[in-house]
């Protein structure tokens, strides 16, 4: 069954701005809690076929727990997700810029001030869908130009969740590349290495030494990184590969193939056009599915090893009910985005955006049954 949050223990004031907590309904059953810290997903609640809902999505019982634990759990991340090598960014005349750095020598998914620590403003509320905006600028995160995000989550009555955005360049040529950091885990709790993995994919980004972008593009074929036809998260993690040695598990980014979708794709009125089929995952036991759809050329697959059974930051939602420390492979994070390192990497496609210029973007999580 679904844990049971309490709206009061995501209301404070933070860095002058109120957080709080809004939970949305479809009309499927499908249940989503959202904080407007980092548009953060708390929870993502499920049918369960028997009357009742099942969390599908790892999270904290608090906004406590999201500041002192996992700093990307459930968040939206920008201005630019994935690393920047050493914070260094080469903008368009070809002249490096340098910016804050927070995952050693490297600018990690929007730097220490990324919109995973902002308070997001509520334009919004209604029953089944929420509306927060964000504006980012230079002064958080050294990226030139700011950039005015409007988001808008919401669930629809095929048990999907829609989190579509427009985002305007406001003074100055900028770049954006925003993901959602759920981690899921579609039986509810203990390790996703038994959950079922499909991602139309035919390529990958290898990692150098200090776990950023080669530039290169590889073959997914004979390597962990194939999931073409679907197969299990555990035989891929336990496979000899110096690539997730290097990353120390499975942390890569999968250029998604043009191909038709096996099914179709969610349609709603709030989402672009240009939607495709990221990837699909499943767990035998419980039977669910969950599809990812996104407008991005490629996604990035984390396992999840950097839950660690952690008392500070690994104790999920509930473990007051039973001594449950996320292990690693405990989630997975499926992560549609633009090519990692891409302003630094002239073989990569990057656009940078012009003022004035006018965006839009989207991922869709959809739930089923198997």
């Excluded at 600018?107 to 209604?126: E, L, M, N, T, Y």
Aim: with cysteine; net charge negative; charged share 15%.
């Amino acid at each position: 069954m679904a844990y049971t949050l309490s709206r009061d223990a995501f209301q404070r004031d933070l860095h002058g701005q109120r957080t709080d907590l809004f939970t949305l309904r479809g009309a499927g059953g499908l249940q989503v809690a959202v904080s407007n810290y980092g548009a953060r997903l708390v929870q993502v609640a499920v049918p369960d076929g028997q009357g009742g809902l099942a969390d599908v999505a790892l999270g904290y019982d608090s906004l406590q727990g999201f500041l002192e634990g996992q700093l990307s759990m459930g968040a939206l991340i920008g201005r630019w997700a994935g690393r920047l090598r050493a914070g260094t960014l080469t903008v368009p005349d070809g002249s490096p810029l340098q910016l804050p750095t927070n995952s050693g020598p490297h600018h990690h998914h929007g730097g220490p001030r990324g919109s995973r620590f902002q308070v997001f403003a509520v334009d919004d509320v209604q029953a089944d869908a929420l509306t927060l905006s964000h504006t980012f600028c230079t002064q958080d995160d050294g990226v030139p130009g700011a950039v005015r995000l409007q988001l808008r989550l919401q669930v629809t009555a095929d048990n999907a969740l829609h989190m579509a955005w427009t985002a305007e360049a406001l003074d100055a040529p900028t770049m954006l590349n925003l993901t959602g950091h759920a981690f899921f885990n579609l039986a509810g709790k203990g390790s996703t290495h038994g959950h079922t993995l499909h991602v139309p994919a035919s390529r990958y980004v290898p990692l150098a030494a200090d776990v950023c972008p080669t530039g290169a593009l590889a073959a997914v074929q004979g390597t962990p990184f194939d999931f073409r036809e679907a197969r299990r998260v555990g035989d891929a993690v336990a496979a000899p590969s110096a690539q997730l040695a290097l990353a120390g598990g499975l942390d890569h980014y999968l250029v998604l193939d043009e191909q038709d979708a096996p099914f179709a794709p969610p349609s709603s009125a709030i989402t672009p056009h240009g939607l495709r089929l990221a990837a699909l995952l499943s767990e035998p036991v419980s039977r669910r599915a969950m599809e990812v759809w996104s407008t991005a050329p490629g996604v990035q697959v984390y396992a999840g090893h950097g839950l660690k059974a952690d008392p500070a930051r690994d104790r999920g939602r509930g473990a007051q009910q039973g001594d449950w420390l996320w292990q690693p492979g405990d989630g997975i994070c499926l992560e549609p985005m633009e090519y990692p390192d891409a302003p630094n990497h002239a073989a990569f496609p990057m656009r940078w955006l012009a003022p004035r210029e006018v965006v839009q973007g989207a991922i869709v999580y959809r739930f089923r049954s198997l």
